[in-house]
């Protein structure tokens, strides 16, 4: 796998999933903002064909559009176990929509269940992985992946 080729597959996963799921338009970012905040990350395992991870790096704001656009209820009048489900469903999708665009619909593959991290002092390889920034209608957000290779 060429980094090329796994930056576009994830470029055309979070276009879609977003699109699809909670209708916010997502543009690519070439370089790396001067500035990015985040207080949480969401995180899944790739376990095979090859071994590697996804990371989403939301901002509150996202997080609170993702969430309030798919429940259609307001953030403050949810359980935080409802947000994190939400949003631990959201990163669910990307995975595997990402893996099939990567590998075509014909190769199987294997996913861990997505956790809730709030460091990343745990994660191997973190300085291995891509970083790829996208705009979600003025929002700035983050998505780091990794595959061995």
Not at 42 to 49: F, N, R
């Amino acid at each position: 796998m060429t980094e090329s080729k796994i930056t576009e597959a994830i470029i055309k996963t979070i276009e879609s999933v977003f699109s699809d799921m909670v209708f916010i338009d997502t543009l690519h970012i070439d370089s790396k903002p001067e500035s990015f905040n985040y207080t949480q990350i969401l995180y899944i395992d790739i376990l095979s064909p090859q071994a590697g991870f996804i990371i989403a790096y939301l901002p509150l704001e996202l997080r609170k559009t993702i969430v309030e656009t798919i429940h259609s209820t307001d953030w403050d009048d949810m359980h935080a176990s409802e947000i994190d489900d939400c949003l631990l469903e959201i990163l669910n999708v990307i995975a595997g929509n990402f893996m099939t665009e990567l590998l075509g619909g014909d190769v199987k593959y294997n996913i861990s269940f997505p956790a809730v991290n709030y460091d990343e002092e745990d994660i191997e390889n973190l300085e291995k992985s891509q970083e790829v920034f996208f705009d979600a209608e003025g929002t700035i957000f983050r998505i780091n992946i990794f595959l061995k290779s």
